[in-house]
């Protein structure tokens, strides 16, 4: 997220977007509309499939996320009612509206561009299949995906 952020992305991710949704009007016309649509609180995701190389829109309620199905998330929307109350109240769509404005899409095209390098990506996340019970493998994951920009909240 950023305050110069918003807009549509360009190069890879531009490309990539348009081949897996047809256009970015028609991705962003999905995504906003599971993040509108999404009972309760949760995320919506924007993830790499590397199995079949393409672009996936994902809803989770809680602490999900799509590591959990071996996609990796490059994009994500807080659709939890604390993440917009306070300025929006219970308007999840304006929220969602300004969230666009805040997109990096430069930072989510390092994101595709760092998993469609991992050449053996799934040898390496097998060996953490069960983050969410082990504190330190999530502190290890936390730790080594920060340096290429990434947060995870269910670690």
Known sequence: M????????????GDQIAKDFGS??????????????????????????????????TEGHDAQNPLKNHLKPILTID??????????????PAYINAWWNCV?????????????????F???????????YNSFVGYFLLTSFSKHGFAFFAC
Request: with cysteine.
């Open 2 to 13: 950023s305050a110069e952020g918003g807009g549509k992305p360009s190069g890879k991710l």
């Open 24 to 57: 970015f009007e028609k991705f962003k016309e999905q995504f906003t509309a599971s993040a509108t649509n999404h009972f309760g609180s949760g995320w919506v995701w924007l993830s790499w499939d590397d199995k079949k190389g393409v672009l996936v829109i």
């Open 79 to 92: 659709v939890w009612e604390h993440a917009y109350y306070i300025d929006y109240k219970n308007d999840r």
């Open 104 to 120: 990096d899409w430069k930072v989510v095209e390092k994101r595709l561009e760092y998993f469609c390098q991992l050449t053996n």
């Open 122 to 132: 799934e040898g390496f996340f097998s060996r953490f299949r069960c983050l969410e």
